[in-house]
Every structure is written in structure tokens, then in C-alpha cells.
């Protein structure tokens, strides 16, 4: 093993993502920024410097646990401060774990902003995948608004409330095309935009994937979406689903992939169509009334030209609210034989009720009633060092009220803000019921992936309707092969459930991972024997009340 040292400046810049030109938030002049590649057991280090001049930034490592390092998590008011215009900030952290991951901005919307890029961590040498595959391809998916990530922050937290709306692309390796379509030429709803006129030097030229004939290819899929959930699928060629978020799954064979915010996958690809055409290459908005065109792309079987286009048009994606084929993909997923299995029994259960509320006339997202704001002093040296009021220290409430419906709008939309923390006995086994709930209006209800940091998860199961507890509910968990996961969605109108080992010293975030949601206070923050968390560096402790001269 070896440390991977790099040298970061984040900042500003112009880019044309999908064609328009707009400001990005760069890494070293790069959008999307540089991708990390390593080993397991080498430690990263990335030395960050915010060249951003007006606001804070930080760097979180999605799917990476920080064994030993919450310092290095990257959450801006949990893990540490925000790193001030000028300043750098060392990430130092050890990948023990392969798989396809990414990091992204974690401090206000800036996610939102471009700020992200994928992180690949493969095998020790000498050790083997449970599967065969002769090259790799990576492919990193986001969604991409004009609007720049303040207006949608200052409309977000405004009376009356402004949503982002849809995206206006949908970008492939950070790469788009608005007002203009690849697959122009067809008889289709594409035809309704010009042709793309594009040499390849473009910012906005596709990335095509190069492949030979009659190979195996390992496509690493990573979602990075503000908002949209996808669904990703090649014409003519099927797939197997191998890995999800750094976790090996029991391979099965499909024609799509639905991807949530946050979630990973590998698929092998077998390149055993015809040699002599090209075929598209898609990701197509699921779960929200579409109004973004498909993302698009050419994979190239090499020699033929890359600029010859398919021979028909793009595939077509399922119905965006076809949330039963949705559910039978996340259902069609389990660990791979021989992968950890979850403890038996439980020690605890924490059920989470996802309910849309108001808070003086401003629109919020709750939990159990509470909207989450982060405080000033970051939660890990505020515990870890005894800091008094730093935050709110009673528990946060563990269910909701039992004669609340889900299934109806809340009868009484107001909730509070909050920043209380749910506690966890170190190694204990955790049970968490995310519940869905019917938003504001009536006759909605969004799906929510939510991520947790530093852990897997067990994905016991799903269910629809509220969440009793009784023996029906019961039956529906899976004990013998779930697989485990860091981000998992919970269903409209439906309920979720998830096991993990509080085995990771250290405060948590736990998240839907929609960059607006979790602005308007959809997350929760987990702790977990800080009293075993190591010397937390200074570095990360220079606000709020950790400012302050303390005693170690
Ligand atoms: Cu990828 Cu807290 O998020
Ligand atoms: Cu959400």
C-alpha cells in the first residue's frame, strides 16, 4: 500500500457543460474534477485549497466509512469546519474497501454547483473480483440547472417558495447538450431539437465509450444527481449488475439500471453485437414528470467510425411513474454468497417519518416533525470535547405519533428546526424504518435516497403503507441476503428498512441525498462512541465555539 498524495484549489470558473456556458465549480481548472484512483489499504491524501474567495468549502468522500478518521468525512458542521477563502485543509484517509465511489462537495448546495468527481478504489494485487471482466469504463451521472446554485438556494428559502424545477440537462462524465440532440435525425421526440454540431473538443462533446468487439467491459456507474433519479440503459445490449456501492450484489441479468443520488454500480457489459454500428448510450429521468431531455452518448465499437450514428433512435425510457418496475429492480437485489450477513436481532429501532412541513411560511422538509439545521461548532469536536452548548443535547424523538396518516397531507403542516443527535451504544445493531409520507399537496409523495455515512447498511427490506411493526411488516425483512448498501431509496407512500453496526467512532450524517431536500433540513446526524475517536485535529475546530482555547 501506498499514500496517494494530490494538491487541490478549488474555485470558480466558466465551463459549457451541456453547450451553455455557465460557472462551474471547478478542481484544478477540471469539471468535473480530477478522478482518484487507488488500492486497498493506501491512504489518500488530498491537500484542498478553497480558491472560491466569498464561501466555505468541503470535500466529503461518498461511500468511503473513515474508519478512524471521522475528521476526514468532509461535512461541513458535523465532521468539521468549513475551510475559509484561502485557507487548505489536508484530507488524509485510508480506502480499506474496493469499489466504485465519488466525493462531492458538502457545505450548502455546492454539490449542486459541479463540485464532484469519481473515486476508484480497486483490489490489493494479486487479489481477484468475483467476476471476470477485460476492461473498465466509468461513468459519472449528474443533472445540470442555468440557474446558479445560490438563486436556487435564495428561491428554496423563499415565501413564496421557489423550486429549482428540472433540470436543464443531464450530463455523462460532465458532459451535455442543451438545445441540441445527438439523435436529431430520428423520427422521435428528439427531433424536435437541431443537430448537435460537435467536433469533439467541445466541453460538451459527449463521452463516447470506446469499446473492442467481443470483450467484457466493467462499466462503473456513479450518481452525483441534485435531484433526478435515472435509468441508464444501452440499446441492444443487456447487462449484469455486479456491484452496488462498493458491496458485491448476486449478479442478475437486466436491460436497464434505475440509479438514485448517491448510489454506485458496476455492470458488465458484453460487446456481442454487431461490430460495424454504434449504439446509444442513455440516462432518462425516473420518478418526477420529466421535463429534461434524455442524456445521451455513442458506444463506439472500434474500428467504426465513432461519428457514425446508431441505426435507430434512442432507447425509451419506462414510464417515470411506473414505480412498481422501480421497485423490482431495488428488490432484485442481493448480497453476493459468502458477504457479511446482519446480526439476528436488533438492539434498537429508530423509525423515521419524511414528512413535508412548513416553518413560519417557509417550505421544509422534517423528520419526526423536525427540520434539520446544522449548528455553528461541528458536532465531532463539540462531543468529543465536552463543549457546551453547541447544540441541542436531548434526544431527538425516535417514531412518530401513532395516529399520524401518511397517506393523506399532515393535518397540521408546522414543524420546528432542530439539531439534536441520535446516540448509538458503541457495536450495537441499529435498526432504522425510513417512512415516507404524503408531501404538502395532496396526491404527492417523491421518493427520498437516503445515504448514510460511515457505514454500509443492510437493506432489510421494503414495504408499502405505514409502518406497524406487527408480524405482516416483520415478514417482509430479509435476513438471510440483503445487500448491503451505503444510499438506499424509500418508495412514495411506502417504507424502508435498513440495519447497520454502530461500529465507526464518530458523528454521522444520515441524509436523502437531493441536495435541495437535505438544504431544506431532510437529514439527521448519528454519534457513536466519540469518547474512542482519536485527537481531533485543530485544524478542523477554528469555528464556532471550538474557536475557543480548549483543554485536551
Ligand atoms: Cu454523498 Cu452526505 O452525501
Ligand atoms: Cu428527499
Given at each position: 500500500?501506498?499514500?496517494?498524495?494530490?494538491?487541490?484549489?478549488?474555485?470558480?470558473?466558466?465551463?459549457?457543460?451541456?453547450?451553455?456556458?455557465?460557472?462551474?465549480?471547478?478542481?484544478?481548472?477540471?469539471?468535473?474534477?480530477?478522478?482518484?484512483?487507488?488500492?486497498?489499504?493506501?491512504?489518500?491524501?488530498?491537500?484542498?485549497?478553497?480558491?472560491?474567495?466569498?464561501?466555505?468549502?468541503?470535500?466529503?468522500?461518498?461511500?468511503?466509512?473513515?474508519?478512524?478518521?471521522?475528521?476526514?468525512?468532509?461535512?461541513?458542521?458535523?465532521?468539521?469546519?468549513?475551510?475559509?477563502?484561502?485557507?487548505?485543509?489536508?484530507?488524509?484517509?485510508?480506502?480499506d474497501k474496493a469499489g466504485t465511489f465519488f466525493y462531492h462537495g458538502h457545505y450548502g448546495m455546492q454539490r449542486s454547483a459541479g463540485l464532484y468527481g469519481s473515486l476508484i478504489v480497486?483490489?490489493?494485487?494479486?487479489?481477484?473480483?468475483p467476476f471476470h471482466y477485460d476492461e473498465e469504463l466509468s461513468l459519472l451521472f449528474s443533472d445540470w440547472w442555468h440557474e446558479s446554485m445560490h438563486e436556487q438556494e435564495v428561491g428554496l428559502s423563499s415565501i413564496p417558495f421557489r423550486w429549482i424545477g428540472e433540470p436543464q440537462s443531464l450530463l455523462i462524465n460532465g458532459r451535455g447538450q442543451y438545445n441540441c440532440s445527438l439523435a436529431a435525425s430520428y423520427q422521435s421526440r428528439n427531433s424536435s431539437y437541431p443537430r448537435c454540431n460537435l467536433r469533439g473538443g467541445e466541453q460538451c462533446a459527449p463521452y463516447v465509450l470506446h469499446v473492442r468487439p467481443n470483450k467484457v467491459y466493467r462499466l462503473r456507474l456513479a450518481s452525483t444527481t441534485s435531484l433526478s433519479s435515472l435509468n441508464f440503459e444501452i440499446s441492444d445490449h443487456k447487462m449484469v449488475v455486479v456491484e452496488a456501492d462498493g458491496n458485491y450484489v448476486r449478479p442478475f441479468e437486466v436491460r436497464d439500471v434505475d440509479i438514485y443520488s448517491g448510489e454506485t454500480y458496476s455492470v458488465l457489459l458484453k460487446t456481442d453485437q454487431d461490430p460495424a454500428q454504434n449504439y446509444w448510450v442513455s440516462i432518462s429521468v425516473r420518478g418526477r414528470q420529466p421535463a429534461t431531455p434524455q442524456g445521451l452518448t455513442i458506444l463506439n465499437y472500434v474500428?467504426?467510425?465513432a461519428s457514425r450514428l446508431p441505426v435507430s433512435p434512442p432507447p425509451i425510457a419506462p414510464r417515470w411513474d411506473d414505480f412498481d418496475r422501480s421497485k423490482a429492480f431495488s428488490k432484485s437485489m442481493f448480497s453476493l454468497l459468502g458477504s457479511a450477513q446482519p446480526p439476528r436481532a436488533r438492539d434498537r429501532r429508530i423509525v423515521l417519518l419524511n414528512m413535508q412541513s412548513k416553518i413560519n411560511g417557509y417550505t421544509k422538509w422534517s423528520i419526526n416533525n423536525v427540520s434539520l439545521v446544522l449548528p455553528l461548532t461541528p458536532?465531532?469536536?463539540?462531543?468529543r470535547y465536552g463543549v457546551k452548548g453547541a447544540f441541542d443535547r436531548?434526544?431527538?424523538?425516535?417514531?412518530?405519533?401513532?395516529?399520524?396518516?401518511?397517506?393523506?397531507?399532515?393535518?397540521?403542516?408546522?414543524?420546528?428546526?432542530?439539531?439534536?443527535v441520535y446516540t448509538f451504544l458503541y457495536n450495537s445493531t441499529v435498526d432504522?424504518?425510513?417512512?415516507?409520507?404524503?408531501?404538502?399537496?395532496?396526491?404527492?409523495?417523491e421518493i427520498h435516497p437516503w445515504h448514510l455515512h460511515g457505514h454500509d447498511f443492510w437493506v432489510l427490506g421494503y414495504g408499502e403503507g405505514k409502518f406497524?411493526?406487527?408480524?405482516?411488516?416483520?415478514?417482509?425483512?430479509?435476513?438471510?441476503?440483503?445487500?448491503?448498501?451505503?444510499?438506499?431509496?424509500v418508495f412514495p407512500y411506502g417504507w424502508t428498512a435498513l440495519r447497520f453496526v454502530a461500529n465507526n467512532p464518530g458523528v454521522w450524517a444520515f441524509h436523502c441525498h437531493i441536495e435541495p431536500h437535505l438544504h431544506m433540513g431532510m437529514g439527521v446526524v448519528f454519534a457513536?462512541?466519540?469518547?474512542?475517536?482519536?485527537?481531533?485535529?485543530?485544524?478542523?475546530l477554528m469555528c464556532g465555539l471550538t474557536a475557543k482555547p480548549r483543554k485536551d
Open positions: 500500500s501506498q499514500i496517494r498524495h494530490f494538491q487541490w484549489e478549488v474555485r470558480y470558473m466558466y465551463w459549457s457543460p451541456d453547450c451553455v456556458e455557465n460557472v462551474v465549480m471547478g478542481i484544478n481548472g477540471r469539471f468535473p474534477g480530477p478522478t482518484i484512483r487507488a488500492k486497498v489499504g493506501d491512504t489518500i491524501s488530498v491537500r484542498l485549497t478553497n480558491g472560491l474567495l466569498t464561501e466555505g468549502v468541503v470535500i466529503h468522500w461518498h461511500g468511503i466509512r473513515q474508519f478512524r478518521t471521522p475528521w476526514a468525512d468532509g461535512t461541513a458542521s458535523i465532521s468539521q469546519c468549513a475551510i475559509n477563502p484561502g485557507e487548505s485543509f489536508t484530507y488524509r484517509f485510508e480506502v480497486e483490489l490489493e494485487d494479486g487479489k481477484a473480483e474500428p467504426t467510425s458536532y465531532l469536536g463539540a462531543i436531548r434526544a431527538p424523538p425516535e417514531n412518530f405519533p401513532g395516529n399520524y396518516n401518511p397517506m393523506i397531507p399532515p393535518l397540521n403542516p408546522n414543524s420546528t428546526t432542530g439539531n439534536r432504522v424504518v425510513l417512512q415516507n409520507a404524503n408531501a404538502l399537496s395532496a396526491n404527492v409523495s406497524t411493526g406487527g408480524h405482516k411488516d416483520e415478514a417482509r425483512l430479509n435476513l438471510e441476503n440483503p445487500p448491503l448498501r451505503n444510499t438506499v431509496p457513536e462512541a466519540v469518547n474512542l475517536v482519536g485527537k481531533v485535529p485543530d485544524d478542523t
